[in-house]
């Protein structure tokens, strides 16, 4: 079977609920391995939810219909609060992330929970700026940025994560919206050691099976890269 957009391999799937510190429920689903344990877990924040953004924004949605077979990850996704989806609609409403800094407390707190191995945060466009923003106060083994556009995040936050020992990975889209490799190459020097990838023809929204293939091939080579490279049939 060819693995296109549509897609879903086999995996075990349990629709889940987070809960935050100030008293919301958060809805989500955990995917794991079929038959086995993971040997590490993808926890993703989405696009920004007052412009479409949400559990199910493509890349993440194939991140959990993939890689759970291809590459024996975990992968928890949520809509953060006030985000609704086809799993549901998440207590709260959009905080601007400030108030989301809860919700990614959560999800961690529910990794340590379950005992989930090795977690990655995994943030594209809006969900790069909760990551920066608060991933690093977390026990997370290395953060992964999807077209980030560095709107929320300071320059001070950026600074904060200098000398951080653990993998900070960018993919930059040639010809993003917001923030393209020059300028990225900038922003980012703020930080020594992040890996900026610059990913020819690519743009903020990673449309079209080539695009995604990069994208989960860069994560997946980042996270348990002895499972590179990626099949492109099941």
Do not use: C
Not at 128 to 148: C, D, F, M, W
């Amino acid at each position: 079977m060819e693995i296109r957009g549509a897609t879903l391999l086999p995996a075990r799937r349990e629709d889940i609920e987070l809960h935050t510190s100030d008293g919301l429920s958060l809805v989500g689903e955990l995917s794991l391995p079929a038959d086995r344990e993971p040997v590490a877990t993808l926890v993703t924040l989405h696009p920004l939810p007052t412009h479409g953004g949400f559990m199910d924004s493509h890349i993440i949605r194939k991140a959990a219909a993939r890689l759970p077979a291809l590459a024996d990850l975990a992968v928890l996704r949520f809509n953060t609060r006030g985000t609704t989806s086809p799993r549901g609609t998440s207590d709260g409403q959009f905080g601007e992330g400030v108030a989301e800094e809860a919700d990614v407390a959560a999800a961690m707190a529910f990794v340590a929970e379950r005992g989930l191995p090795d977690p990655w945060l995994l943030g594209w466009s809006f969900g790069t700026e909760l990551a920066l923003k608060y991933g690093r106060q977390h026990n997370v083994r290395g953060t992964i940025l999807l077209s980030p556009p560095l709107h929320r995040t300071t320059d001070d936050e950026l600074r904060a994560w200098e000398g951080d020992p653990r993998p900070l990975v960018a993919l930059i889209p040639d010809f993003d919206d917001y923030l393209r490799p020059a300028e990225a190459a900038e922003r980012f020097s703020l930080i020594p050691h992040i890996r900026l990838i610059d990913v020819a023809e690519g743009k903020h929204l990673w449309v079209g099976e080539k695009q995604t293939y990069r994208v989960l091939s860069e994560i997946v080579g980042a996270v348990n890269p002895d499972a590179l490279p990626l099949p492109m049939s099941y």
